[in-house]
């Protein structure tokens, strides 16, 4: 069965300053070692930034360094291109969906825990998220086409309110701008 996994290349470093508050340190997560094996497995590379940051919440230049720099690092290493990306929380705006575009990924993902539709902006694919409490008769529902709802073709207001509420806060305790579309 076909599979990505989107790796966060400041876990794979094993950098606890980068990614400690994921509350995963380097001995739990992958490693770089396995890549190319998992790239041989017909496993598919996908970037998850370096350190798994809100990207539609911190300065643009931060965000374009962790779209980009992961890609080349998870490349260089897998040997194999890298195509996709997942924003980290599933956080988007349309700034940072051309941002990954002008990276050169063809697709990312959100979260959204939806099925995507044909028509679903290929930079803004919902997705379904296999945490440690999915059971197999979860993963085979979905197999199916059930056991999710569809996607809405528009953000709900409350996911739109949800993203104004984390940048001014992001605002307000860092001091800084924050680039807001």
């Keep these: 069965?076909?599979?990505?996994?989107?790796a966060t290349t400041g876990l794979?470093?094993?950098?606890?300053?980068?990614?400690?508050?994921?509350?995963?340190?380097?001995t739990d997560a992958l490693s770089w070692d396995v890549l190319p094996d998992l790239a041989g497995a017909a496993i598919e590379i996908g970037s998850h930034t370096e350190s798994h940051p809100e990207l539609d919440t911190i300065p643009i230049a931060c965000a374009h360094r962790e779209v980009v720099q992961s890609k080349h690092r998870l490349e260089d290493?897998?040997?194999?291109?890298?195509?996709?990306f997942a924003y980290p929380h599933g956080y988007s705006s349309r700034r940072?969906?051309?941002?990954?575009?002008?990276?050169?990924y063809a697709s990312a993902c959100a979260v959204r825990e939806a099925?995507?539709?044909p028509t679903t902006d290929r930079y803004?694919?919902?997705?379904?998220?296999?945490?440690?409490?999915?059971?197999?008769d979860?993963?085979?529902?979905?197999l199916r086409g059930s056991g999710a709802p569809i996607a809405p073709a528009y953000e709900p207001a409350r996911t739109r309110l949800w993203r104004a509420?984390?940048?001014?806060?992001a605002t307000l305790h860092s001091g800084r701008r924050v680039q807001w579309r």
């Design 96 to 104: 940072m969906r051309a941002l990954v575009r002008s990276a050169g």
């Design 77 to 84: 290493t897998s040997g194999a291109p890298v195509r996709t």
């Design 124 to 136: 803004a694919l919902a997705r379904l998220v296999v945490r440690s409490g999915t059971t197999s």
């Design 12 to 26: 794979l470093d094993g950098a606890p300053d980068a990614c400690g508050r994921l509350g995963v340190t380097g």
């Design 1 to 6: 069965m076909p599979a990505t996994l989107y």
């Design 138 to 142: 979860h993963v085979a529902s979905w």
């Design 165 to 169: 509420y984390r940048r001014a806060d």
């Design 115 to 117: 099925f995507t539709v």
